[in-house]
Structures are given as structure tokens and as C-alpha cells.
């Protein structure tokens, strides 16, 4: 039992960075209508700033996870004002060439410039004894930096007057400008989250794994399926969809093997797409 309630833990653990990969993408999907395939590699990119940061400027790691959500947002929001915002009212299929382009272009360039050595951060290692389960340290400070930033994002939403217009701006854009919301100003300011949740979720995981140019492929693969699990535009789906992915992934992982536990994104898309297309919760 013991066993089982570690491997539960860390699945919950790697489904909360999961969940911050997903909550930025389905945010984007929903308020600005673009389906962004290059969401994974500003994954990778804030990976790697965490991982500068921490080697020429020798700063603490959780300085570099607070630096990649202002740092990210600004570049989320050039992208967005210069290029997607074009794309609002475009047919789907030119967002989704744009975007794979952006992908491909990014990798590259990281893969010229940094080569594809494996690099990491050597940050808490070792790990914490509670009440008797073994937890990894990086996982679970990881695990309460994701919390943190979820949560921060819920209420901002929620809470803000920023927040109800992006909201709006997801519901109904027409009706939206009509009631005075700067729906452009909302898109722009989405964009910039999305992509700031995805650095912030990089350098996250560049606490806990390896960091190479193409890792972003996967982080995607399983953001797409947070969002086909939890609904389109769903935050807080997104955040039981990452859970859920999270945990199944650890526990295949522990009883099957590490291979069999990539297809699990896959799987579940396909699942969900069969059985209910929308996906558990409403967009």
C-alpha cells in the first residue's frame, strides 16, 4: 500500500506540470480560436532559460521559475500582436500551418545553438521521508510551484476585471466588444499566458529531468490531450486532465514500463474523441 501511495503521489506530482502545459494551451485554443502546435517548444525554450540562468548568473532555480512567467508573457504577447493576431479569423488550417512552421523553426534553432547535448539543472536532489513514503524533493517543491501558479491563475480569472473580459472574449467576442471589452486587448493578453504557463512549466521541469531541443514534441502531445480529456477552453479540466494523465503515466510506467507509458496520450485521445467527443467537462 505504501508503494501504491508513492507512485499515486508522483503521478499527481508530474500531472500538476501537465496541467500547467495544458491550461496554456486549451486558454489559447479557446479565447483566440488558434490552435498553437508550437505550444511545446516554449516549453523547451523556458527549460533552457532556467537552465542559462542558473549557469551564468548562478541564481536559485525558483528565481528563474518566477523570471520565465513576465519574460514569456512579453513574448507571448509579440508573437500574438505581430503574427497570430492575423490569424483570428483565418480558417483553422492556416493557424495550424503557421504554428508547425514556428515549431520546427524553434527546435532547429535551439538545436544550432545549443546542440543536442543533455543538459539539467543540479538543483535538490535527494529526497523527503513523510510519514513513512519517499518523496523526490525537486517533485515536490515542482509540484507546489504548479499549485501555486494554477491557483494564482484561477483567481485571476475569476476574480479580476482582466480575467471576467477574457472570459467574455471566450464565451461570445461579438457580444463581448459590443458590451466595451477591448477583445483584441484580451487576445493579445491570452496569448501572452499561454505561453507564459508553458516557459513557467519549462522551467519546472528542468528541476526535475533532462533538457534537449526536442523534448517539446511530447510536452504537446500530452497538452493536446489534456484538452480533449477536459473540454476545449475548460481550465479547470485542463487541470483534472493533467492529473489524470499524470497518474495513469506513473502507474504504467511502474507496472508496465516507461515505454508503454508515452503512448498514453494517444490512447486517451482516441478514447475520448470515440466516446465523448466534447470531453468530461463542458467547454
Known amino acids: 500500500m505504501t508503494n501504491f501511495l508513492e507512485i499515486l503521489i508522483r503521478g499527481l506530482m508530474l500531472g500538476s506540470v501537465y496541467a500547467l502545459v495544458g491550461m496554456g494551451l486549451t486558454l489559447v485554443w479557446g479565447v483566440v480560436g488558434i490552435v498553437n502546435i ?12 532556467a537552465f542559462w540562468i542558473f549557469s551564468f548568473f548562478h541564481l536559485n532555480p525558483l528565481i528563474s521559475v518566477a523570471l520565465s512567467l513576465p519574460f514569456f ?15 483570428t479569423n483565418a480558417p483553422e488550417l492556416s493557424a495550424l ?3 508547425f512552421g514556428m515549431s520546427i523553426l524553434i527546435w532547429n534553432l535551439a538545436q ?9 539543472v543540479p538543483y535538490l536532489t535527494g529526497n523527503f521521508s513523510v510519514m513513512g513514503l519517499i518523496l523526490a524533493k ?24 482582466m480575467g471576467k473580459g477574457i472570459r467574455a472574449t471566450s464565451q461570445n467576442s461579438e457580444v463581448a466588444l459590443v458590451c466595451g471589452i477591448d477583445t483584441k486587448k484580451m487576445r493579445a493578453l491570452t496569448f501572452g499566458m499561454g505561453i507564459a504557463l508553458a516557459g513557467a512549466a519549462g522551467a519546472i521541469v528542468s528541476l526535475q529531468w533532462v533538457i534537449f531541443p526536442q523534448m517539446g514534441g511530447s510536452y504537446v502531445s500530452k497538452a493536446f490531450a489534456i484538452v480533449v480529456l477536459g473540454g476545449l477552453g475548460n481550465v479547470q479540466g485542463a487541470l483534472v486532465g493533467g492529473f489524470i494523465i499524470g497518474v495513469l503515466e506513473s502507474l504504467v510506467t511502474q507496472y ?11 490512447l486517451i485521445i482516441l478514447i475520448i474523441l470515440l466516446l465523448k467527443p466534447t470531453g468530461l467537462f463542458k467547454k
Do not use: C, D
Not at 512579453?74 to 493576431?85: D, N, S, V
Open 97 to 99: 500551418i503557421l504554428t
Open 138 to 161: 525537486s517533485k515536490t517543491v515542482s509540484f507546489f510551484l504548479a499549485l501555486g501558479i494554477t491557483l494564482s491563475l484561477f483567481a485571476f480569472l475569476k476574480y479580476s476585471k
Open 112 to 120: 544550432f545553438f545549443w546542440t543536442n547535448t543533455y543538459r539539467s
Open 38 to 49: 508550437a505550444h511545446g517548444e516554449f516549453v523547451m525554450l523556458g527549460a533552457y532559460f
Open 256 to 266: 508496465m514500463s516507461a515505454k508503454m507509458a508515452q503512448i498514453i496520450p494517444s
Open 73 to 87: 508573457f512579453l513574448i507571448g504577447t509579440m508573437i500574438h500582436k505581430r503574427i497570430t493576431e492575423r490569424l
